[in-house]
T-cell receptor, first 113, second 116 residues
């Protein structure tokens, strides 16, 4: 049973475009929703995260939109650059229960100039 | 502060062998979690150690085991390797169990294991 479903699997956008990656979760006990960015040969690195008590969070060009009733959250990358080309993972966790991160399967993003 | 280090970075083994991977967490971090990353399944949680005690365990067979030492360094062992064990094995460290209130885990670069 996949607890966090991520789409699309891959995405190609032009430089300056706004790629959007979507995730849906099932467990309403999740209380922490991070996004990780992974470059080839590197481990995932925390990009941005949100708690369910807010509907949106922005950090630089990265924005998380969160819809608690729909159990969905998404990552938007404004003014995307070739350097943003990486694999992005959404995740969910019940931090209050000290349970491990549950990851989506990842989205490979390519930003072409 | 130095990041999470994993050794070795690459490993080639044959079916039936066993392997031990090592992870050194960020200084001061007492929690180490291990993940298996494959193209088809993404990142899957193996287990977490905090202060030398296993706190959480994922849905993997008993061939996968781990331990943590008093200096917080952790090792993961896979016995009787199978072809399907080929993957990138990542460890992540955090100051508190499962990342704590902030939920932040810091990943190492991983060990690429190939089973022939």
């Amino acid at each position: 049973q996949q607890q966090v479903k991520q789409s699309p699997q891959s995405l190609i956008v032009q430089k300056g475009g706004i790629p959007i990656i979507n995730c849906a979760y099932e467990n309403t006990a999740f209380d922490y929703f991070p996004w990780y960015q992974q470059f080839p040969g590197k481990g995932p690195a925390l990009l941005i995260a949100i708690r369910p008590d807010v509907s949106e969070k922005k950090e630089g060009r990265f924005t998380i939109s969160f819809n608690k009733s729909a159990k969905q959250f998404s990552l938007h990358i404004m003014d995307s650059q070739p350097g943003d080309s990486a694999t992005y993972f959404c995740a969910a966790q019940r931090v209050s229960g000290n349970t491990p991160l549950v990851f989506g399967k990842g989205t490979r993003l390519s930003v072409i100039a | 502060k130095a990041g999470v280090t994993q050794t070795p970075r690459y490993l080639i083994k044959t079916r039936g062998q066993q392997v031990t991977l090592s992870c050194s967490p960020i200084s001061g971090h007492r929690s180490v979690s291990w993940y298996q990353q494959t193209p088809g399944q993404g990142l899957q949680f193996l287990f977490e150690y905090f202060s030398e005690t296993q706190r959480n365990k994922g849905n993997f067979p008993g061939r996968f085991s781990g331990r943590q030492f008093s200096n917080s360094r952790s090792e993961m062992n896979v016995s009787t390797l199978e072809l399907g064990d080929s993957a990138l094995y990542l460890c992540a460290s955090s100051p508190a169990p499962s990342g704590g209130v902030r939920g932040t885990q810091y990943f190492g670069p991983g060990t690429r294991l190939t089973v022939l």
